[in-house]
Structure formats: structure tokens, C-alpha cells
């Protein structure tokens, strides 16, 4: 591959943003920074007023552009994959589940084709098992039917299926079994995630000395915060050992109170998602889902009765409502849809520019809108 720079650009880096120039050969970053000057041999492109920033990693995302990832088909993964680049989403892990036993099986064994034939677009880095293994007291979306307590065999076999490629798991942890449960995703190398839970205060510490570390889209589909039930909130707000995700799309979590987590946790552990689903992206629309109708009302999508289903937002307008919304720099909202997910699910080498990491990057106008995407150091979305 030929080597490419990328000079006059505003580099989005961790904990600032710099001027200066990213070189990239082979799909992976060489050199990066306010002194790095071009090869002559390279293929220079002017990034003159444009940022650059780490392709963003989304690690729960259920779909997006009227494509579903809840699915068996692995052309639905990889048509999602060329759509979500023009969001700037360069890598995501595939968040699944099935109505019961053996339709998660299907999906995870079908859409995993996607998986071992990698294309030119975003990445799919593995899975995110979002159920069976919730609380029906929290279900939120989730037909109570398509839920089961922890079963640490039937676990072993959707690892099977998924080829070893499950990468995070959530479950509620005060269920019975789920502290089986959780050893089990831990032997499995993937993260124990706590989400869609009823676990109180105690139940949820004794979850983090488990070894869970992560909270799925913290506030929603879990007990709430009360000055004397502090709850599975309370311990996650009070943990230095876990990461909380935010949905910060305005709908799921009020932006004060998105403030307050970040105030609790901090960028470093605070790790922005979508939780999109296949209206995300597409700015309004209908369809059916489980037996009933979802329709995009304002900045979610709806059931009838008013339960939300997921977010309509992506990854660009997670990143832009951070910044209006959050006491955060640039280049902190940044971190937190790039770096910050990449070290959730151990993704050494994504989410950050600088020498020998991926040459996954994505360029940005001052609206903080995309631009180019480059996976690997390949163009695979341009802006007309």
C-alpha cells in the first residue's frame, strides 16, 4: 500500500488538539504530531481546516440506516458496515440476542460469517450479547418472553457459536446463577457487563469484586438512584473499578443528568454508545418489531405505549451533543467514543493517533461533521 500523510490538520489526540500531519502505510499509523514532516514519496492530502480524529468505536449498537444487526444474515452486518462509515464509526462490536435459545444460535453463527470475511468498511470487532440474561423487572424494550435466568452451559454455547468472538456480555447480576455467570464470561475472555438490572447497592459491589466492569447505558433499564436505596446506580456512580456507558442522544438520559455521571466517573470512564437500532440514521420512519409498531417520535424511537426501543442517534451526534451539552474539550468527547470503548473490550492499537495504531480515522469539519472516514488507511467514505 502506498504511504499516505495527511498534513495542515487539526489532530484530535487524547488530551489535546494539536496542529500537525498523521502518516500511514500498510493500514497502520507510522508517524503523528505538530513535527512529523511528509515523505516525499507519500500521497499527500491537505487536510487544511478539517480535524482528524480516531475512527470511532461503538460497542452497542443493535443497528442503523434501516439495517439490523439482530440478524443471522451476515449481508445485513456488512451492509451496515458500509453505511456507518459516512457516521464515522470505523469499528463496533455486534449487539445481538435472539427470542429464545436456538434463534440466538442462528444469529450469532450466521452473522459471524461477517466476522471471518472482513471487508473494506468499519470493522465488526466481535459481539455484544445484550439478553437473555436480564431482570424482566428491567426489561425496557425486551419481550419478557426472549428472557431466562444465567445458565452458565447455555452461555458456553453461544460461545461456540460466535466462534470465541463474544466480546461483552450483559446481564443482571442479582439473579440467581449470575455469579456463575460471570466467571464464565470472564473465562471466555469477554467483559461482564451489568445492565438491564434490579440489583441493589450490595448486589452490585459484590458484582464489581466478581470482576464486572462495566455498566451497560447506565440510568436506563436499571434500578434507580435513591438517597437511601442507592442501588446498582449508586455503586456503579461510586466504583473506580467500572466504566459506565452513556447514551448522551438528549431522550434516554436528560443532559444534567449526563453531567452528573461524567462529574462521578470522569472521561476517562465514561464511554459513549448509541444502543442504535435500524431507524437510527434515517431521520424518521415505521416498522414492526416483536408483534408491534416502532416509530421515530422526536430524538427516539417508540413503541405505542410509549417504551423506548433505542436510539435514533449515531456515533457523530453523540460526539457533537457532548461537546454542546457536557463540560468536556474536543478532544475529551472525542476520547470518549474512541479510546475510551477501545479499552472496554481490550482493543489495543484502536482509538487513539499515534505510531502503530490503526489507521482508522476520521476527518471532521468545524460542525464536527463527517467529512472522509479511513479504515486502514483505505478511503471508504467520502462526502459529496
Known amino acids: 500500500m502506498a504511504v499516505i500523510a495527511l498534513t495542515n490538520a487539526r489532530l484530535i489526540l487524547p488530551d489535546a488538539v494539536v496542529e500537525g500531519s498523521v502518516v500511514f502505510e500498510d493500514g497502520a499509523i507510522v508517524a503523528a504530531g505538530p513535527s512529523v514532516i511528509a515523505p516525499a514519496s507519500a500521497e499527500t492530502i491537505d487536510a ?5 480524529a480516531p475512527g470511532f468505536i461503538d460497542i452497542h449498537v443493535h443497528g442503523g440506516g434501516g439495517l439490523s444487526l439482530i440478524t443471522d444474515d451476515p449481508e445485513q452486518i456488512r451492509a451496515y458496515a458500509r453505511w456507518v462509515v459516512s457516521r464515522g464509526v470505523t469499528s463496533f462490536l455486534i449487539s445481538t440476542f435472539g427470542a429464545d435459545h436456538e434463534s440466538t444460535l442462528r444469529n450469532l453463527r450466521g452473522s459471524g460469517a461477517a466476522l471471518r470475511a472482513p471487508t473494506g468498511d468499519a470493522r465488526p470487532l466481535g459481539f455484544h450479547l445484550e439478553g437473555p440474561f436480564l431482570n424482566p423487572k428491567r426489561k425496557g424494550a425486551f419481550p419478557e418472553s426472549a428472557l431466562r435466568p444465567p445458565h ?21 447480576p442479582e439473579l440467581p446463577g449470575a455469579h456463575d455467570l460471570v466467571r464464565a464470561v470472564l473465562d471466555a475472555g469477554a467483559v461482564p457487563a451489568m445492565g438491564h438490572t434490579d440489583a441493589t447497592y450490595e448486589e452490585a459491589r459484590r458484582a464489581f469484586d466478581l470482576g464486572v466492569r462495566h455498566v451497560t447505558h447506565c440510568y436506563n433499564a436499571m434500578r434507580p438512584l435513591a438517597h437511601r436505596d442507592p442501588g446498582c446506580l449508586g455503586a456503579a456512580l461510586t466504583s473506580d473499578q467500572v466504566t459506565c456507558e452513556l447514551i448522551c442522544d438528549g431522550a434516554h438520559v436528560h443532559p444534567a443528568v449526563a453531567e452528573l455521571l461524567l462529574r462521578a466517573k470522569g472521561v476517562d470512564r465514561t464511554v459513549l454508545v448509541t444502543d442504535g437500532m435500524t431507524l437510527a440514521g434515517t431521520g424518521e420512519g415505521l416498522l414492526e418489531w416483536e408483534g408491534g409498531r416502532i416509530e421515530v417520535k422526536g430524538l427516539a424511537a417508540v413503541r405505542d405505549d410509549g417504551t423506548i426501543v433505542g436510539s435514533v442517534a449515531t456515533m457523530d451526534d453523540l460526539v457533537r451533543n457532548a461537546v454542546r451539552w457536557l463540560p468536556v474539550s474536543l478532544s475529551e468527547a472525542v476520547r470518549m467514543a474512541t479510546l475510551n470503548p477501545a479499552r472496554v473490550i481490550g482493543e489495543e492499537g484502536r482509538g487513539i493517533i499515534e505510531p502503530g495504531a490503526a489507521a482508522d480515522l476520521v476527518l471532521l469539519d468545524d460542525d464536527l461533521r463527517v467529512v472522509t472516514t479511513f479504515v486502514a488507511g483505505t478511503v471508504v467514505y467520502r462526502r459529496e
Open 48 to 52: 487544511s481546516g478539517l480535524y482528524v
Open 152 to 172: 452458565t452451559q447455555e452461555f458456553r454455547a453461544y460461545a461456540e457459536a460466535a466462534g470465541g468472538a463474544i466480546r461483552q456480555v450483559t446481564l443482571a
